[in-house]
């Protein structure tokens, strides 16, 4: 088992997140992950691992092999659509896209499209609470809809000691709190669902060694939780491996 602690943050990205806590981070395990996967949402349940990935003609909902990281099933998006965030919620998988306005339905077992949905934003992030589908489009709202009408029951604008926090991308709901990657930086918020709050951040910084990055966006972006295990497993697109980490104090 590899354990690797990181506990320095920049200063510069330290002022920036006001008075949150920032932590640091373990590596606990890393397995092997598509390089070629642009991933843009990441989702564990029941002992399976779920990812959405992005580009036009390439995107995709895959169930992946966490130990391997093959490939297990695969739906590839129409060529019109750039994939996005994705989620699972009784027993169906929720899967977003960019620009389009619409979102796909899947039976989870098999992964046939049983329907679609339509938003009147574009699609980043999704996640649920059990109750909600919550979504985000790059700005610093996020959206709870209804799964069954997709009607907007709320919005929350997320804020670090007052200030909005712009550009959250993946998102994933954990313990009550919304862990939300903050698109091109290496950093995951947490998020009080009720009000929008940053409670804490997670600073990433140096979780991927340069020397395996692509430099093609291959920024942090994909949360999942194992529930019954409590793990917390994060990625990035182009990334060659898939981390568990847990966050430490600094």
Not at 52 to 60: A, R, W
């Amino acid at each position: 088992m590899l354990l690797l602690t990181v506990l320095a943050c920049r200063n510069n990205e330290v002022h920036a997140t006001g008075s949150a806590p920032v932590y640091g981070f373990e590596v606990v395990h890393s397995w092997p992950h598509d390089p070629r996967a642009f991933t843009q949402g990441l989702v564990y349940r029941d002992g399976k691992l779920y990812e959405g990935t992005g580009i036009n003609g390439q995107s995709s909902l895959r169930q992946v092999e966490l130990e391997t990281g093959a490939v297990l099933r695969r739906h590839n998006l129409e060529q019109q659509y750039f994939g996005e965030g994705i989620t699972l919620l009784g027993g169906r998988l929720y899967q977003l896209t960019w620009r389009s306005r619409v979102g796909f339905i899947y039976d989870a077992a098999t992964f046939q499209q049983v329907g679609r949905f339509d938003y009147s934003t574009e699609g980043w992030g999704l996640t649920t609470d059990g109750t909600s589908l919550i979504l985000s489009d790059g700005t610093a709202t996020l959206r709870f809809l209804d799964p069954r009408t997709f009607a907007v029951q709320r919005t929350v604008t997320v804020t670090d000691e007052g200030r909005e926090v712009p550009r959250l991308n993946e998102l994933e709901y954990i313990r009550g709190e919304i862990y939300a990657n903050v698109w091109t930086t290496d950093r995951i918020a947490r998020i009080d669902p009720a009000t929008g709050r940053v409670t804490g951040w997670i600073d990433l910084t140096g979780l991927l060694a340069p020397e395996e990055r692509t430099g093609r966006e291959d920024v942090l972006n994909g949360i999942a939780y194992d529930a019954a295990q409590d793990r917390l497993l994060v990625t990035g697109k182009h990334w060659p491996k898939l981390f568990q980490i847990r966050a430490v104090p600094r």
